[in-house]
């Protein structure tokens, strides 16, 4: 089974930073692509941004200039660099990897997910 891992939540004023990790764990063989997702209330879990083994990346246009996503292929670590972050981006994050564990084809797993509030 694959594990994955987030930290780095929490509470920032507007126009602040912020920046999220994501690690993954366990029986992986190879991973496709990692990303962050999120989920505010009454609205569909909608994708911020991803990126492949390869390097490359895509964003909502809602956060286009604003985020940045990288990786570190080595530590099978994604991350999530917020900037100029407005009330509009206060919801769940939920980091996702795109793997092949034990099984022979790639699954979606999901992390615990972690709270962002944008708030004076």
């Known amino acids: 089974q694959v594990q994955v891992v987030e930290s780095g939540g929490g509470l920032v004023q507007p126009g602040g930073s912020l920046r999220l990790s994501c690690a993954a764990s366990?029986?992986?063989?190879?991973?496709?692509?990692m990303g962050w997702y999120r989920q505010a209330p009454g609205k569909q879990r909608e994708l911020v941004a991803d990126?492949?083994?390869?390097?490359?990346?895509n964003y909502a246009d809602s956060v286009k200039g604003r985020f940045t996503i990288s990786r570190d292929n080595a530590k099978n670590a994604v991350y999530l660099q917020m900037n100029r972050l407005k009330s509009e981006d206060t919801a769940v994050y939920y980091c996702?990897?795109?793997?092949?564990?034990?099984?022979?084809?790639?699954?979606?797993?999901w992390g615990q997910g972690t709270q962002v509030t944008v708030s004076s």
């Open positions: 366990g029986n992986i063989f190879s991973i496709n692509a």
């Open positions: 990126i492949t083994s390869g390097g490359r990346t």
């Open positions: 996702n990897v795109a793997a092949r564990g034990s099984s022979w084809y790639a699954e979606a797993y």
